[in-house]
């Protein structure tokens, strides 16, 4: 009788977070995910690379007044506070402290991505660090992330040469190509982050629970291991 290869051998996986770093929900799914690798690792290994997402491409660069633009897109003071209260709960629940009023404004993230993705060029530790602190900036700092500054002190945090992030945003290097990476993942069919894409085969759409993340990161790995020809190569781009 043949026995059920175990996880203990489990090929290597990506995941693909498609993510906006304007999105609450982003920063929830981070935290979420951590919890899932923390518990899979031991398992396997796996690789995370951010990609970008825009949930509102046509922000001005400053941004407008976040209150206001909440107010609107809400229907009001009372729309965005009840939009805004499972935000509250489930960053209770993940240890985020949230300082939602303190956002000074909701800014257009392209360069923001962009950063991330100068990021990734150093390594995914230095991006997925970049990526932290530019959710702590924005969500518990209350900075604004269309702030060049603000950008460059994050990109410093994570390790990042301050005078080459600062000359690189001062001109137009890699905007069309994170434009053409957030219109990729609409015709991929994501229509909402975080979007988690396991392998480039699954995906898991939403700040789902630490344990729905681990459950599908096992169920790829399982089918690798029952079917490696049929196994998908992953993008190495970065």
């Not at 609450?24 to 970008?52: H, Q, S, T």
């Not at 993230?109 to 924005?138: C, M, N, P």
């Not at 392998?199 to 459950?215: C, F, I, N, R, S």
Request: net charge negative.
């Amino acid at each position: 009788m043949t026995s059920t290869p175990t996880l203990t051998t489990a090929p290597a996986l990506t995941i693909d977070v498609v993510s906006d770093v304007m999105c609450p929900w982003c920063y929830i799914g981070k935290r979420r995910l951590e919890a899932a690798l923390a518990d899979v690792r031991k398992e396997m290994d796996v690789e995370v690379r951010w990609r970008p997402y825009q949930l509102d491409s046509t922000l001005p660069k400053q941004g407008k007044d976040r209150k206001q633009y909440l107010e609107d897109k809400f229907g009001g003071p009372e729309g965005a506070e009840k939009a805004y209260a499972p935000v509250h709960a489930a960053g209770v629940e993940e240890n985020i402290p949230f300082a939602l009023n303190d956002i000074p404004a909701s800014a257009n993230t392209l360069d923001a991505h962009r950063v991330i993705r100068w990021a990734g060029s150093e390594g995914l530790v230095a991006q997925d660090a970049t990526v932290e602190a530019l959710f702590k900036a924005y969500f518990e700092d209350g900075k604004n992330i269309g702030d060049d500054e603000v950008l460059i002190e994050a990109a410093t945090e994570a390790g990042l040469d301050r005078e080459i992030v600062a000359r690189l945003l001062a001109g137009e290097a890699d905007k069309d190509t994170v434009s053409a990476e957030i219109d990729q993942a609409r015709q991929m069919g994501v229509t909402g982050v975080p979007c988690f894409i396991i392998d480039m085969k699954y995906a898991v759409v939403g700040a789902q629970p630490a344990e729905a993340l681990a459950d599908a990161m096992r169920k790829v790995a399982q089918e690798k291991l029952n079917n490696p020809e049929a196994a998908p190569e992953a993008d190495n781009d970065a």
